[in-house]
């Protein structure tokens, strides 16, 4: 297999001329080639920003300056024992989006006074990566605020002895303050899902320590990939050896593809579409599954391409928005049709479904954005009203059996609606945001210009569409 090595001073000469150009100058509405919905975009809009509200009144009422919300018990979570401020950094870009000036002011007052990753406390370097480096780093790209770029990079510093492992794969636990490391088997979402915080750390900062080990995480991972072009759910980043070999596109692989292809939109690295372009491939070909109840993907062995599982859940619900980005559509609106058909099982959507039963196998709804994500995709490439009238039901669904009297909920069970006492960061990064943007008008954010990470931070492509 070849290596595909990045020349990094041909790379931070380029990265260097890029400007870090302010969002405000770049949200201008891309054409619609249809025309509008009939639904009441802008009563649905206002609606999305008031229940962000009552979900932030609830964070601040019970678990200020905490990682989550226990909206059952009005209480709250720290993911490591002391806080890291999860839910203000994952909300803040989407108060800027809102612009929910107070709500914002006040999350921003919260974290520049008070956050520090001097802890010295073991934290996952995926989850972090994700929700606050990818968080810190859209902050800054909102609010131009030189403090969050401060907090960015010495994240960015902390986490990198999780790459000194023998194969340059990261170990999945990190220490903030030793930098001892821990979580030898990881998996490829854990492992390819931080190219595009890195890398855009290293675009900000003109440190190129940052891509050049991220990217060859992901290389290494993609040269271990089987001889027809699947990866396996499970590998031992000391050894490079595969710990479980069934392949998929579900969590625990899920991301890696999304960022094969995002990397190379964002920046303009060709290896990322040369291995995109083989991993998709491979994908359609041995995963891809066409039933009597829809278009799906299976699980399979990576090496025979036997099918090992029929099952499938609201993680999976991203694929339709990624297959859309890397221009299949057919695929892509397929696949977000039968995403719906499992949503509207129970009135909301369910963790797994077999699909070739519609059995719910696992009938909890953590309130996932993925689904909603895909429609958001799929409006913006199509405006087939449709896609509108989809978000409208999540919306209504998620109102109607998730909302508590402080925040929300998620769900034990979409069969019997019994709820559960968390509302995860992710709730507020991710659900009402792509709910927000499928409402809000085309200005608020121009989808041309950037790149959302898996968390729905949005990374500016500053230099354009890239040929």
């Known amino acids: 297999m070849k290596t595909h090595h990045c020349n990094f001073k041909i790379l931070m000469v380029v990265l260097s001329s890029f400007v870090f150009l302010s969002f405000s100058t770049i949200t201008k509405a891309s054409t619609s080639g249809k025309g509008d919905s009939q639904i009441n975009k802008e009563e649905l809009e206002k609606q999305v920003k008031e229940e962000f509200i009552h979900a932030w009144d609830g964070y601040k009422k019970y678990a200020w300056g905490h990682d989550e919300l226990l909206p059952l018990s009005k209480s709250y ?32 007052a919260l974290i520049l006074d008070s956050l520090s990753f001097n802890k010295n406390i073991s934290v996952q370097t995926f989850e972090i990566t994700i929700r606050l480096l990818g968080g810190l780093l859209s902050s800054y790209g909102l609010d131009h605020d030189k403090k969050f770029l401060a907090l960015a990079e010495d994240l960015g510093h902390r986490l990198l002895p999780a790459f000194n492992s023998k194969t340059g794969m990261p170990y999945r636990f990190v220490n903030l303050v030793t930098g001892k490391t821990d979580g030898n088997v990881s998996n490829p979402a854990e492992i390819g899902t931080l190219m595009i915080e890195f890398g855009t750390l290293s675009k900000l900062t003109g440190n190129p320590v940052f891509y050049s080990k991220t990217k060859n995480a992901i290389v290494q991972l993609y040269n271990r990939r089987s001889k027809i072009g699947l990866v396996g759910s499970e590998i ?3 050894t490079g050896e595969w710990v479980n070999t069934t392949s998929h596109i579900r969590g625990g692989i899920d991301s890696y593809y999304e960022y094969l292809l995002k990397s190379w939109l964002l920046f303009g690295d060709k290896d ?123 919306l209504d669904d998620i109102v109607k059996y998730c909302r508590a009297e402080d925040g929300f909920a998620e769900l034990k069970s979409v069969i019997t609606k019994e709820k559960d006492d968390d509302m995860e960061s992710f709730f507020l990064a991710e659900t009402l945001k792509y709910l927000y943007l499928l409402f809000a008008p085309p200005d608020t954010l121009n989808f041309e210009s950037v790149i959302f990470n898996t968390e729905a931070h949005p990374m500016q492509r500053a230099w354009g569409r890239l040929k």
Request: hydrophobic share 40%; charged share 25%; with cysteine.
């Open 236 to 238: 031992n980043v000391e």
């Open 77 to 108: 979570k720290d993911w490591y024992g002391v806080s890291l401020y999860m839910t203000p950094i994952d909300a803040f870009d989407t108060m800027k989006l809102m612009k929910l000036d107070k709500q914002a002011n006040e999350a921003k």
């Open 272 to 394: 990322f579409k040369n291995m995109w372009d083989n991993s998709i491939k491979a994908v359609n070909k041995y995963l891809a599954d066409s039933v009597s109840t829809g278009f799906w993907y299976a699980q399979a062995d990576m090496h025979t391409d036997k099918i090992k599982s029929t099952h499938y859940g609201a993680l999976d619900a991203f694929f339709p928005a990624v297959l859309a980005l890397g221009g299949d559509l057919k695929r892509a609106e397929a696949l977000e049709a039968s995403c719906y058909k499992m949503w509207n099982l129970q009135g909301i959507e369910p963790e797994t479904i077999d699909f070739t039963t519609m059995k719910i196998l696992s009938p909890q709804y953590p309130l996932r954005p993925e689904i909603i994500e895909s429609a958001y995709y799929l409006y913006h490439y199509t405006r087939d009203e449709k896609y509108l009238e989809m978000g409208k039901t999540f």
